[in-house]
């Protein structure tokens, strides 16, 4: 996670620079970044509150934009579900979009191994964790130093890409990325950020299209249980 933890961090500073110029209140600002920890569901959600929208057009928002977890959960659920419930939120909480690529890539197949699995886990949330808090807490309290036109929160979303295109490998992935790339493309201009869930619905249909039409190995007779 170090070498994506630059890229976090100025993500991180443009958000908490951003709430630090929404006119929110300190605290709510403060919290907001401890609880919420989603930059981009922060900063769609930043406007709203300041514009005095409904409390449910707020997390509507936050929840369209958000749902990708949704996915990574589900994912993540063949390694992690056989712990305590409390565990699992613990684990939840501190789930975020690189860790989940970095995990799946150390460890592609779905079976639990604990003794490695968990430590890989905590060691890369604890660096992501660390890497977006700190320097969200500092735009925030900073918000009249740091120039909001450096635009230094792109160099997040090209962390997020180079790791995410690492795992681009075969023709199933390869397809479905082109497709999530054109679904967000094309659905830009729908509110709330839902060209995000437009373009995760369409590489999850178009992943499940090729899955279910790929032939699969006959097993051997002597290697069935």
Known sequence: ????????????LITGV????????????VLMSLLVFAGSAQLAVLPLMSSGAPLWVVWA????????FVIFSAQWRAYFIGYPLGHRL?????????NYVMFMRRFPEPKPEPEVQLPYFWGGVACNWTAWQV???TGIFLADVVPVHWGVGFAGTLALLGVGLSLVTDKATSVAAGVAACAAVAAYALPFKL??????AAAVAMGLLIDHGTPRRAIP???RT
Do not use: E, F
């Open 1 to 12: 996670m170090l070498g994506t933890a630059i890229g976090i961090g100025a993500w991180g």
């Open 18 to 29: 951003a709430m630090g110029n929404s006119g929110l209140p300190l605290a709510v600002m």
């Open 61 to 68: 928002t936050a929840l369209c934009v958000n749902l990708r």
């Open 90 to 98: 613990r684990l939840a909480y501190l789930t975020a979009d690189l």
């Open 135 to 137: 320097p969200a807490l």
């Open 195 to 200: 060209n995000i869930v437009v373009a995760i």
């Open 221 to 223: 007779l002597d290697d």
